[in-house]
């Protein structure tokens, strides 16, 4: 079964050149050339899983090319940690093709929306087969080329165009990151490969500085793909796409590949407290912050994108605070009930029509499956006993406490109350009290739709009991065979903070009863009592607005400067030696119009500045 | 030089370039010949067998050892072969472009483009292959004036004209230049053979006068950046590229581009190798600052100014700058790994740029604008151009999967594999990098998220063959850097580029 890994992503290669080829078909039956393929990919990762959870792994690699001496390697690797992704990724990307067929139904380009599915699944199943740093850099660039094609599918809508662009060009900012933190790693240890690379970092071949800024280097790549502070602004941007997009890559994979990031390089983030203590800030932050903003957003799947910044910010908060089994309980269990939450999302707004959650309301007797499942999944994440999102978050607020961090963990806490409060603003808002628009034609969604959303309800309630104090640690022993080394064990806090944490998410929930069921409260009464903080939040913190004044006038007006330069400054500069050229010359003729004069004179210039500097600071004439 | 001197050189190591040559001159007599109004398009098929013929004649050279004859003036070494066959594969797919190239205007000229473009590359080649000033610098006029001439061909086209003129008189500045830059190295030396000089620079007399050699250094390295288009010498590129006919364009912005980094190596290595600077350091370490903040400055100039571009030429003129900034920078970090890097760049440049320039040929010559405009909803007109123009973009902006990717790649492992790691010569490098996607992404952008009109783009059989050979290309050293790296240490020695010949033949002596 490990031998033949490999395969995994390329069955949704396959599909990609298939459904290409099938482009201008108008059968809507070429969407089960990609179901079928990833549901290939899906049966060889479980399998391959089950290998790993009998203690099986497997590592093939050769050499790709040579530079110098340098020999640069490729292969792929089979490990607890990425056998794990390889199902999460390949399950998820299964269902969403699967619902796909239903959303999609009727839309001019399904086989293409389907060819880009396929695409982006090979890209991520490739990243996360990587046994090595490069393979997973120039996967984890293919990865931002298929979100960038699926978010702009709606290419007619504006928003749509430029939310692909914002998307591809702020993950790239984090991408340079990774790609120097990387080849500076490369040139410590000689490799790309992670167990090189760890086996430096256990030898102590690296200087601790170099290490910190190595792993905080890879961080800021894992910063721009998991949409943390401050580069999250193209995430609910993002939400431009069609639905299942969100729910692919803004659920379960590429905003996880982040979070993944981390994860495989851990050995490395270990050895540095510092980059530790960033990374569990950076996520403590973040996770407050998109929890915050998510309180007041209107558009249905904007308050789930919010909240999926938020969530990979708590998965960031876990492994900087050692917490590297709660940190990837969480991936896990977020995959299936974020999927699950953006999966129902898109089948109110295929019912309704609009991402609006003022113009819904009352949908719960309409919806007869959709609301549930999606109750299922607020439930989840707002982390109610019982429920996966329950037992992780649990995790993750024990190994906060226990490495000692306990301004993150009351952040923490209070982020869990307003992950509670806004999850059921929505559920209340969307699915409760009166219709507030028409909702005449209103039908549950057909059953290739419904289907995947039970599959990821039932995951989203039992995912939990992968790891509990319980029933038994599974994950944590299956993760141990990994290459990390799980210094704390397991972080059974205090027993106290499984009832903080539930009490915080009821309260969040009572709280949101009160104000949007009831009516006991008044639903603008934070507005009012605190008008300038609200607005503050309503406007998300006037993050984009601060990117737009600083960075993109920056460099707009750099290159209007660049452009005023070569016509005006050096044209204005030279204009006494060009008069008198021009002078000279035949006035009036079109061709000597003086520019080339102008290049020719900052050539030279050029040059004697260059001289200038040279003989001033060169130390020739000393 | 007797008789008996002349037969006793080895001349069958000049056999590409007197291939060129003989077609060059065919080529002339037959347009002579011709009818006036018969069409002169078959030319290209014998402009394209000759240039093949040189290319099988530099692969059948591949296994001699350095050879050098005329002393020293022209030598066979690794290096010239190396380069020479970018030079040639790079003027082939030229060719091809330009048979396709349909103008009215350029119908009356078309057989002197051909022995023009032949001779150009004559100029390029004798540049790769010659290790004295002085045929070093015939080399660079020849493909010079030639240029001058091609940009010009339009002749009844005003842009072209103004291309050609402005062209003339930004190279005659640079020509200047280097020659005065030139002048200062023989006049410090008292030669003109590159070995030559580089033994005298090693003299320690010339200690007292190391400001000198270091204004020789800038003025020749920046006289010589005309060719490649890099600052202070790039402000032509984006007027003549706009104004030159499209094959013409690809031709300065590849196979030109290339020859200037040809000389340049040869030029600025040799020569100042042994050259002390103050405190006996080696001054190529030592004007290694000021030559990186050139190269900082044609990255940024090139891929800053990209953005405000409208017209696809003016804007693949600056990506071209940009991406001759990125080529210089294994130069000036000194990389031990100089040689094959920049080769393997330029290789991967030659087959992405060429296979861009073939689609806005094609593109140009059907919407008659070169406006970004010209690609809108390009993949749903027609796909079997948008794709291998996305991948010509992405391997431009260096994505993996695609040449330019593994090009940028090793250039950025060069610079922080060195000791000390030229930090921020990287991070520009990267930061520009991240500038330059918003411009390349606007052109993916276009072809794949805007509303076509519908109109399909017929594309001929000989432009398409182009298309799947760069496409390929692109792809195949994208995944399989190895078929490349290997053919280049297999083949070239990177050490016979510093191996002086003796070529003291003493026929008359018995």
Redesign the interface.
């Known amino acids: 079964m490990l031998q033949n890994s490999w395969l995994i992503p390329l069955f949704p290669l396959l599909s990609f050149v298939l459904l290409l080829i099938f482009r201008k078909s108008k059968s809507e039956g070429t969407a089960w050339i990609g179901v079928l393929l990833t549901g290939l990919s899906l049966i060889l990762s479980i399998g391959v899983w089950i290998a790993v959870w009998q203690g099986d792994g497997i590592k093939v690699e050769g050499t790709w090319f040579e530079i110098g001496e340098r020999a640069i390697t490729m292969g792929y690797e089979i490990n607890p940690l990425n056998a794990l992704m390889l199902v999460i990724v390949s399950l998820v990307s299964f269902l969403v093709h699967l619902y796909s067929k239903g959303y999609m139904h009727g839309d001019e380009r399904f086989p293409v929306f389907f060819a880009y599915l396929g695409l982006f699944s090979f890209a991520m199943l490739g990243l996360v087969l990587s046994p090595n740093l490069l393979q997973l850099y120039m996967f984890w660039e293919l990865v931002g080329l298929g979100s960038f094609l699926l978010i702009g599918f709606y290419y007619f809508k504006p928003e749509a165009k430029a939310a692909a662009k914002k998307a591809f060009v702020m993950t790239r900012i984090g991408d340079v990151g990774l790609f120097i933190g990387m080849v500076l790693l490369f040139w410590q240890v000689g490799s790309f490969e992670y167990d090189e690379i760890f086996a430096s970092v256990r030898n102590g071949d690296i200087s601790s500085g170099m290490l910190t800024l190595t792993a905080l280097c890879i961080f800021v790549g894992a910063i721009g793909k998991s949409g943390q502070l401050p580069l999250h602004t193209w995430l609910p941007d993002a939400m431009e796409g069609p639905t299942p997009v969100s729910a692919l890559i803004h659920a379960a994979t590429m905003v996880a590949a982040g979070v993944y990031l981390v994860a495989a390089m851990y050995p490395l983030f270990q050895a540095s407290e510092t980059a530790l203590t960033v990374v569990a800030i950076v996520g403590g932050v973040t996770a407050i912050f998109a929890a915050s903003i998510g309180l007041m957003q209107k558009d249905i799947k904007r308050v789930l994108a919010y909240s999926t910044v938020s969530q990979l910010g708590y998965m960031m908060l876990a492994l900087g605070a050692s917490g590297y089994v709660a940190g990837i309980f969480h991936l896990t269990t977020h995959a299936f009930f974020k999927a699950l939450l953006f999966l129902a999302a898109g089948s109110v707004i295929h019912a309704v029509h609009t991402q609006n959650i003022e113009e819904m309301g009352g949908l719960w007797k309409k919806l007869r499956l959709t609301g549930p499942l999606f109750l299922i999944g607020a439930l989840a994440i707002s982390g109610v006993p019982l429920l996966s999102g329950f037992f992780s978050k649990d995790e993750i607020l024990a190994s906060t406490y226990a490495d000692g961090r306990y301004g993150l963990f009351w952040l923490a806490v209070v982020a869990a109350f307003m992950t509670a409060f806004y999850m059921f603003r929505l559920f209340f808002l969307v699915f409760t009290g009166k219709p507030r628009g028409d909702q005449s034609g209103v039908h549950e969604s057909p059953s290739v739709m419904t289907l995947p959303m039970l599959v990821l309800g039932v995951l989203a309630i039992v995912a939990g009991y992968l790891n509990t104090a319980w029933f038994g640690t599974f994950l944590t022993d299956y993760l141990a065979g990994g290459p990390v080394e799980l210094a704390h064990g397991d972080h059974h806090g205090p027993s106290w903070i499984p009832i903080v944490a539930t009490a915080a998410s009821l309260l969040g929930i009572g709280l949101a009863y009160l104000i949007y069921q009831k009516g006991t409260l008044s639903r603008n009464w934070i507005t009012r009592s605190l008008p300038g903080l609200s607005n503050v939040i309503y406007n998300k913190w006037y993050v984009d607005e601060g990117y737009d004044a600083t960075f993109v006038k920056g460099t707009k007006g750099l290159s209007k400067l660049g452009v005023l330069f070569d016509k005006y400054i050096v044209d204005g500069l030279v204009a006494a030696v060009v008069s008198g050229v021009q002078g000279l010359s035949k006035v009036g003729s079109s061709l000597q119009n003086g520019q080339v004069q102008t290049y020719g004179t900052f050539a030279i210039f050029g040059i004697v500045i260059l001289l200038l500097i040279v003989a001033l600071t060169g130390g020739y004439f000393t | 030089m007797d008789l008996d001197t002349l037969l006793s050189f080895r001349w069958s190591v000049m056999l590409p370039e007197f291939i060129i040559l003989g077609v060059a001159t065919l080529l002339s007599v037959i347009d002579l010949f011709m009818k006036k109004e018969s069409s002169r398009k078959p030319l290209a098929w014998l402009a394209g067998a000759g240039i093949l013929a040189a290319l099988i004649a530099v692969f059948m050279q591949l296994d001699i050892e350095v050879t050098s004859i005329l002393y020293d003036t022209y030598r066979l070494d690794s290096f010239s072969k190396a380069f020479k066959i970018l030079l040639l594969l790079g003027t082939l797919l030229v060719i091809v472009l330009s048979s396709n190239y349909k103008k009215e205007d350029l119908e009356e000229n078309r057989g002197e483009f051909y022995y023009l473009l032949l001779a150009a590359l004559l100029g390029a080649m004798m540049m790769a292959s010659s290790a004295d000033l002085i045929t070093l610098f015939v080399g660079l006029e020849l493909l010079s004036l030639s240029s001058y001439v091609m940009a010009g061909l339009e002749r009844r086209n005003?842009r072209s004209?103004?291309s050609a003129?402005?062209y003339i008189?930004?190279g005659g500045?640079?020509t200047a230049?280097t020659l005065f830059g030139m002048s200062y190295i023989f006049g410090l030396t008292g030669e003109t053979n590159l070995f030559k000089i580089a033994e005298n620079m090693g003299n320690l007399e010339l200690l007292k006068h190391?400001?000198l050699i270091?204004?020789a250094f800038?003025?020749t390295f920046?006289g010589l950046t005309f060719k490649i288009a890099a600052?202070?010498?790039h402000?032509?590129a984006p007027?003549v590229y706009e104004g030159a006919p499209v094959p013409v364009t690809a031709f300065l912005s590849v196979v030109s581009k290339t020859a200037g980094f040809v000389i340049l190596l040869r030029v600025i290595i040799i020569c100042f190798i042994a050259a002390p600077g103050?405190d006996k350091e080696p001054i190529l370490l030592?004007?290694q600052p000021?030559v990186m903040?050139?190269a900082a400055a044609t990255m940024i100039?090139g891929n800053?100014?990209a953005?405000?571009q409208r017209n696809i030429k003016r804007m693949f003129a600056y990506s071209s700058i940009a991406q001759a900034g990125y080529i210089l920078v294994p130069f000036v970090s000194n990389s031990?790994?100089l040689f094959?890097?920049i080769w393997f760049y330029l290789l991967a440049y030659l087959f992405m740029n060429i296979g861009a320039f073939t689609v806005i040929q094609l593109l140009s010559s059907q919407e008659g604008s070169a406006d970004v405009g010209i690609f809108r909803g390009l993949f749903r007109r027609s796909p079997w151009l948008a794709v291998p123009m996305t991948f010509f973009i992405?391997s431009l902006a260096g994505?993996?999967?695609t040449a330019g990717?593994?090009g940028k790649?090793?250039i950025?492992?060069g610079a922080?594999?060195l000791d000390p790691?030229h930090y921020w010569l990287?991070?520009v490098m990267?930061?520009t990098?991240?500038?330059s996607?918003?411009y390349y992404?606007?052109i993916?952008?276009i072809m794949?998220?805007?509303?076509s009109d519908g109109t399909k783009v017929s594309i001929p059989g000989g432009m398409a063959a182009v298309l799947a050979f760069c496409t390929a290309s692109v792809i195949i050293l994208g995944i399989?850097?190895?078929l490349a790296?290997?053919f280049f240490?297999g083949n070239f020695d990177v050490n016979e580029f510093f191996m002086q010949i003796e070529t003291e033949v003493h026929t008359h002596d018995h």
């Open positions: 005003k004209n103004e003129f402005k008189v930004s500045i640079a230049i190391s400001f270091v204004f800038i003025i920046a600052a202070p010498l402000m032509w007027d103050i030592q004007v000021y903040v050139l100039i800053v100014t953005l405000r031990s790994l094959e890097l992405l994505i993996p999967i990717f593994i790649f090793g950025f492992m922080l594999g790691a990287a991070a990267m930061a990098t991240l500038v996607y918003v992404f606007n993916i952008a794949f998220f805007r509303d399989m850097p190895d790296l290997d240490y």
